[in-house]
T-cell receptor
Framework: AQSVTQLGSHVSVSEGALVLLRCNYS??????LFWYVQYPNQGLQLLLK??????LVKGINGFEAEFKKSETSFHLTKPSAHMSDAAEYFC??????????????FGKGTLLTVNP | NAGVTQTPKFQVLKTGQSMTLQCAQD?????MSWYRQDPGMGLRLIHY???????DQGEVPNGYNVSRSTTEDFPLRLLSAAPSQTSVYFC?????????????FGPGTRLLVL
């Protein structure tokens, strides 16, 4: 069974600093990988996704993530944090094949705080 | 397109009451699902449907029923509400299987069971 681990339930950075949110997956076959963002009192919005093309994936709002098979990781980064990036971020995986290849499994989320 | 819509936005129930959370999508998506979100738990799949007339259980199905009579609608029923069902509920949809799939989420329903 696949699973997702997000290291750090809360990350705090200063405005202008690097943002690094960690995600590791456990799966016998590299899955499809997603990052979602949730702003307060809103639903989830897709930031970016990895579907086996380029390993470095660029998303919206200046975020990017790199798929590293050897490390089973898909960490999310942004070079310079903005106050508007404050939100909760979820990593999710979906199997590439099989009967349940449409089901997402989510990590527990990382709350990003950006300090002025 | 309105995307994925959910009603109500907020609901307070007493223990033992029943209610239906509504979810609709206008994107002709085959796959729809319900999640609950609890602090520190991420999103957990309750039920899902791969098309009209087809539903199946997710990770935490107990206490919930679903049906899918049309492509557009996927209501979630709480048969006898319990305080443990206090949560934020999200409905989501996507076109179907395939690597380019993106799952679209509704704005959520906040449920408080007293």
């Amino acid at each position: 069974a696949q699973s997702v681990t997000q290291l750090g339930s809360h990350v705090s950075v200063s405005e202008g600093a690097l943002v690094l949110l960690r995600c590791n997956y456990s799966s016998s076959v590299p899955p499809y990988l997603f990052w979602y963002v949730q702003y307060p009192n809103q639903g989830l919005q897709l930031l970016l996704k990895y579907t086996s093309a380029a390993t470095l994936v660029k998303g919206i709002n200046g975020f990017e993530a790199e798929f590293k098979k050897s490390e089973t990781s898909f960490h999310l980064t942004k070079p310079s944090a903005h106050m508007s990036d404050a939100a909760e971020y979820f990593c999710a995986v979906r199997p590439r094949s099989g009967g349940s290849n449409y089901k997402l499994t989510f990590g527990k989320g990382t709350l990003l705080t950006v300090n002025p | 397109n309105a995307g994925v819509t959910q009603t109500p936005k907020f609901q307070v129930l007493k223990t033992g009451q029943s209610m239906t959370l509504q979810c609709a999508q206008d994107m002709n998506h085959e796959y729809m699902s319900w999640y609950r979100q609890d602090p520190g738990m991420g999103l957990r799949l309750i039920h899902y449907s791969v098309g009209a007339g087809i539903t199946d259980q997710g990770e935490v199905p107990n206490g919930y029923n679903v049906s899918r009579s049309t492509t557009e609608d996927f209501p979630l029923r709480l048969l006898s509400a319990a305080p443990s069902q206090t949560s934020v509920y999200f409905c989501a949809s996507n076109l179907g299987q395939g690597r380019q799939e993106t799952q679209y989420f509704g704005p959520g329903t906040r449920l408080l069971v007293l």
